[in-house]
């Protein structure tokens, strides 16, 4: 077993051959120096730690950095007679556990009489801890590891660790929290770019989703997504006579939104393509997302079905607001929701009712909220609104009623804070 | 204002208040999840809520969620008029069982005739 090293002589005449301040700064400096070279915080203490030791006289030095998921303290760096980098100690053991916890610096002038001290270590390595100087490296208060030297040697009646070695190692300490929380941020940084590429890819691929509607169907529609990821969609099938049209909103943002809002588009076209009615297109959407989504998500959704050979339109509100309904003449109505938002209530308790309206002089203009409840200097605009809106653009085409009403939003006439989505059906006399 | 959830012996208290939204609602999510199995009886106040959007209707679905898992009963005592307007609209009125509506304090701009379109065009 390698016992411990007796001290230098000449490290005790390296102390007196320098200035101590000169010394001090460079090992500090070349710390600094050594992290924004490599961008790594082992390396460059691994270059500083031993200028420490043997600048302060010390037989070895370490640092143990703390792992939160592990609770354990790791030595990442250590120069002296025994390697013990990968050695583990439990938070709250041993001296360097004790001053993790505390963040208080320790001056141990007997490690043998101080009950803490860790004999397995010294058993297992063969290193005989005299004295130690323990720091806590902490940034803004959080914890990160704890700096130690050991086995200063000392005359007699001299300080085991003078002020002027705290200090150098109390800027090594400081010098090493501030690389780890570089590092840390960083980190952040680069996770937070990977997120951000995920979340534009996955744009790309919502507007992939986003069909591009065929004049001649008697639908237009559009969508302006508040953040890169919109909760909102349309979608349309034509099936033989039939054209099918949703337009959904899904509860929360983001991520998880749009993942939602995919699934219950598959569900639309899955659904219309089997040519069912409104009425069972929603139910059977209702109890997929019943089943997949829990309470917690739940989608809003306005289902029409334009029937051409019986000139007629059905539809289903699925807790989407009001609809509204525009003749020609000026006259209008509201079509309220019939049931609540789809994947709420599960099995036979959901039931939509379908309302059937024959073709027309007339518009439909189904808005998520993000339009109805857009303020207009200061006031919710709500179905009044819509129907201002819709009333002044009745005349222009539908492609066009649609792009000028997302252009108010577009341009802050109308101020919100969601996804806006506008879908107008009509023309279809 | 905040949205706060106590529980006192059987009962778990959810206040809400004030805007409840994407923003306010995660750590009340969490806390809802928190609530003992052994609470018998969950009630939510939403009187003094000035906005709600579809996150804030999905808190409130998942204390009913939970509640349901405990075989423990679920009632919203009181909402003010805005919920009760967001309820109605989305049928939800069919989901939950509501108390009372609050008088209107309705801080959240409610639309109205006065509103002068014009500026819009």
Same mark, same amino acid.
């Given at each position: ?18 200035? #101590? ?82 963040q ?10 101080? #009950? ?12 005989? &801890? ?5 720091l806590?490296? &902490? ?109 959904g ?9 749009s993942l &939602? ?10 659904f ?54 525009l ?27 379908e ?5 027309? #002089? ?23 609104g819509?129907?201002?809106? #819709? ?24 101020? &919100? ?13 | ?13 959810? !206040? ?10 995660g ?9 003992p199995? *052994? ?30 898992r405990? *075989? ?12 009760? !307007? ?36």
């Amino acid at each position: 077993m390698t016992k411990s090293r007796p001290q230098d002589p000449r490290l005790i005449f390296q102390i007196s051959s320098k200035p #101590a301040m000169s010394v001090e700064l460079d090992i500090v400096s070349d710390f600094l120096e050594a992290y924004g070279q490599t961008g790594r915080v082992i390396d460059a203490l691994d270059s500083a730690l031993p200028k420490l030791v043997d600048h302060t006289g010390c037989e070895a030095g370490s640092f143990f950095y703390g792992e939160q998921e592990a609770s354990e303290l790791v030595c990442q760096s250590c120069v002296g007679p025994v390697d013990i980098r990968g050695v583990r100690v439990p938070f709250g053991s041993g001296i360097v556990g004790r001053v993790f916890d505390t963040q208080t610096i320790e001056t141990v002038e007997n490690a043998g009489s101080d #009950a803490a001290h860790q004999r397995s270590v010294d058993e297992s390595s063969g290193f005989v &801890t005299q004295n130690l100087l323990t720091l806590p490296v &902490t940034f803004k208060g959080s914890q990160i590891g704890a700096l130690q030297l050991l086995n200063r040697a000392t005359e007699d009646g001299m300080e085991a660790f003078p002020d002027q070695f705290i200090r150098v190692a109390k800027a090594l300490a400081s010098g090493l929290a501030l690389g780890y929380h570089s590092a840390s941020v960083t980190e952040q940084v680069r996770e937070n770019d990977a997120l951000l590429r995920d979340v534009e890819l996955a744009g790309t691929v919502q507007d992939a989703l986003t069909p591009k509607i065929p004049g001649h169907l008697g639908i237009a529609a559009g969508i302006l997504p508040y953040k890169q990821l919109s909760g909102d969609f349309y979608d349309y099938l034509e099936v033989g006579d039939r054209v099918y049209v949703i337009e959904g909103d899904v509860s929360g943002k983001g991520v998880a939104a749009s993942l &939602t809002m995919a699934q219950a588009q598959v569900l639309f076209r899955t659904f219309a393509r089997d040519g069912l009615s409104c009425h069972e297109i929603a139910t059977r959407m209702n109890a997929e997302l019943h089943r997949d989504l829990g309470v917690s998500r739940f989608v809003t959704a306005f289902l029409i079905c334009i029937d051409r050979s019986l000139q007629m339109v059905s539809c289903v509100n699925a807790g989407h607001g009001e609809v509204l309904k525009l003749e020609s003449s000026g006259d209008s109505s509201l079509i309220p929701s019939s049931s609540p938002p789809l994947g709420i209530v599960g099995g036979i308790d959901f039931q939509p009712i379908e309302e059937q309206l024959a073709f027309g #002089a007339w518009r439909l203009w189904v808005v998520t909220d993000g339009v109805s409840e857009a303020l207009l200097n200061g006031q919710e605009i709500g179905m009044d609104g819509i129907l201002a809106i #819709a009333s002044r653009f009745d005349s222009d085409p539908l492609e066009v009623s649609v792009s000028k009403t997302l252009d108010l939003v577009r341009s802050g006439k109308l101020q &919100t804070s969601d996804d806006s989505t506008v879908v107008v059906i009509g023309d279809l006399a | 204002m905040s949205n706060t959830v106590e529980v006192s012996g059987q009962t778990a208290q959810i !206040k809400l208040s004030g805007s409840v939204d994407i923003n306010t609602t995660g750590d009340l999510r969490n806390a809802i999840q928190a609530v003992p199995t *052994s609470v018998k009886s969950f009630v939510i106040d939403a009187s003094d809520v000035s906005y709600i959007d579809s996150s804030g209707i999905a808190v409130m679905l998942l204390a009913k969620q939970v509640a349901e898992r405990s *075989s423990a009963t679920f009632v919203i005592n009181a909402v003010s008029p805005m919920v009760m !307007k967001v309820l109605e609209l989305a049928k939800l009125d069919q989901v939950f069982q509501i108390q009372s509506v609050a008088s209107s304090n309705d801080q959240k701009p409610a639309s109205g005739s006065s509103t002068d379109f014009s500026d819009l065009f």
